[in-house]
């Protein structure tokens, strides 16, 4: 089974990942795809948000790539006609990309692509991490060598920014994957528990086991960092009251709800709203075209943390949550940038029928279907009826 889920078409187009997840819900999706809409306007680039994903649970991983392939001709009038440009995600290789992007018949070659989103999402994570230090530096006297911070989703992201965590001076406490906790309080070894993850992945963690927490012990833990690198909205009106972080930093897309942010606010806690936070990852992969790595990292530790300071600066002496100063903003870009002409008439039903064509069923949903007059423009994007 999978689901591609569009938020927003901006100048026809929309851009997002592709998950390969074991279970996901719609409203994960839909959370994680007006996310990325608001990501795009927050670094100018003119897509609207989308995300999609593939169910494939551990029973199934041999069939793994006859599902993509599946899922590759499902998504291919879509992708074909420029309304949806998958990119990389949670849980998918380089390699899985390839094989859904050569199932729509497109040519576009992923292996040739650099491939490190990965690397530029942890590193504007850190530098918004280290801007909320600062200011926190300032009204407390707190120093990196004071700072403890843990990780929620330990994957390639996660691992990254704990270990540039631990050369900055923090002591890492904690993280989660897949399988379950581990705390220390006097410490983990970053560095060490990095390169076993290169070399391992999640499964280095089962030799933890004389230090194993729960997901939750984590997330409820007394740090001054929580980094939130897993899953969608794993802080919602259920336990937000239970999270002691005093700076939550959002690696992953919608890990909080913007109400729960709010709410969070209202706490004393500093949320660094997702699409501010991993914003790199998108950045540095439209940069790295004609940039060196080198200085794509530069550009996130100058002109991006200056940016990222001045909000937290706003948000205190404002009072208001990071979302909110920018929310409305970034609205007036997407909206500016919407036209209407893109919308086709019968859209909606076509997908249906679409879709249902195929072993793969796949859910759409998007505010501009919705809200926007249909126009006739159907030919444009679809062609013929299949």
């Known amino acids: 089974m999978g689901y ?12 997002g990942g592709v998950r390969i997840v074991p279970e996901i819900s719609l409203l994960e999706l839909q ?28 029973n199934n991983e041999q069939y793994k790539k006859e599902i993509l392939t599946e899922f ?14 998958p990119v990389m995600d949670m849980g998918i290789q380089i390699q899985d990309l390839q094989i859904i992007f050569d199932n729509t018949k497109t040519r576009t070659n992923v292996l040739s692509w650099k491939n490190l989103s990965h690397v530029y999402t942890a590193y504007s ?3 918004a991490t280290l801007s909320a230090l600062q200011v926190l ?8 060598k004071d700072v403890t911070f843990c990780v929620q989703g330990y994957g390639k992201v996660g691992s990254l920014y704990s270990y540039l965590m631990y050369k900055a001076g923090a002591k890492f406490t904690g993280f989660s994957n897949k399988y379950f906790g581990v705390m220390d309080d006097n410490g983990l ?33 007394d740090v001054n960092v929580l980094l939130l690198a897993s899953n969608a909205l794993v802080i919602n009106e259920k336990n937000y009251k239970k999270i002691r972080a005093d700076i939550i930093v959002c690696a992953a897309n919608a890990p909080v709800s ?129």
Request: hydrophobic share 35%; with cysteine.
């Open 4 to 15: 591609v889920v569009i938020d927003h078409l901006v100048q026809g187009s929309s851009y």
């Open 31 to 58: 959370h994680t795809a007006r996310s990325m809409t608001y990501k795009n306007a927050f670094i100018g680039n003119k897509a609207g948000g989308a995300k999609a994903a593939v169910i494939i649970d551990r």
């Open 72 to 85: 590759g001709k499902s998504i291919s009038p879509i992708v074909r006609n420029g309304l949806y440009f």
């Open 125 to 127: 994570c850190l530098y």
């Open 137 to 144: 530096e300032e009204i407390h006297n707190l120093n990196n």
């Open 189 to 221: 070894d970053a560095e060490k528990l990095f390169n076993e993850q290169l070399k391992r992945g999640d499964d280095f963690i089962l030799d933890l086991k004389d230090k194993q927490v729960s997901h939750d012990s984590i997330l409820e833990k």
């Open 258 to 386: 913007y109400d729960i942010e709010r709410k969070l606010f209202k706490e004393g806690k500093m949320v660094v709203t997702d699409f501010i936070a991993n914003c790199g990852g998108i950045l540095g992969s439209i940069m790295d075209t004609y940039l060196s790595e080198d200085a794509v990292k530069k550009i996130l530790s100058s002109s991006y943390k200056r940016k990222v300071t001045t909000l937290i600066y706003q948000s205190i002496n404002q009072d208001t949550a990071i979302i909110d100063l920018v929310i409305d903003e970034l609205q007036k870009r997407i909206d500016s940038n919407y036209d209407d002409t893109y919308i086709q008439k019968g859209f909606t039903e076509h997908i249906i029928d679409l879709f249902n064509e195929f072993s793969l069923p796949l859910y759409m949903f998007t505010n501009n279907f919705l809200e926007k007059k249909y126009v006739s423009r159907y030919e444009k994007f679809w062609g013929p009826k299949i």
